[in-house]
């Protein structure tokens, strides 16, 4: 009942371009199992702005740090083990869920960084990070002497 196997989910295509890294994260799932240390992330172009999604189940908002630092924006979160605290007498038959720190970094060069803002519901940690406006060159009309 408790021997649960995985789901590995595999749509890769015969035809598929290689991969060089591909080897190297299916040896990291085998070793450390199918646990990734960042989290799942979707950007979206919306025109003057970039939406990030970042799916973080399980996390509480006070365990969240969003920083800015050199133009790189990193999300760092962490879960506890309260597992190891609560159950001294050993009644867990398994305990699968991961905890530890995580991150995540995205470049934001091109981001106005002063008008970043984030909201957090529902194990969705949304990010709306407006275009940094682009400087057009002033058009001068020079006239000859």
């Not at 080897?23 to 919306?46: A, P």
């Not at 407006?130 to 058009?139: I, R, S, V, Y």
């Amino acid at each position: 009942m408790f021997e649960l196997t995985p789901y590995f989910r595999s749509n890769r295509k015969a035809a598929q371009v290689y991969d060089p890294f591909r080897e190297m994260e299916d040896m990291e799932r085998r070793f450390f199992g199918n646990s990734v240390q960042s989290f799942r992330s979707d950007i979206k172009d919306e025109g003057n702005a970039y939406l990030i999604e970042t799916d973080m189940p399980g996390f509480r908002k006070e365990d969240i740090h969003i920083d800015i630092d050199d133009d790189i924006l990193t999300i760092k979160a962490e879960r506890h083990s309260d597992y190891e605290d609560k159950d001294k007498q050993g009644n867990y038959v398994r305990c699968e869920r991961s905890y530890g720190t995580y991150s995540r970094s995205f470049d934001v060069s091109a981001i106005d960084v002063d008008h970043i803002s984030a909201k957090f519901e529902n194990g969705v940690l949304t990010l709306d990070m407006p275009k940094k406006e682009e400087l057009l060159p002033k058009k001068t009309h020079l006239e000859i002497q």
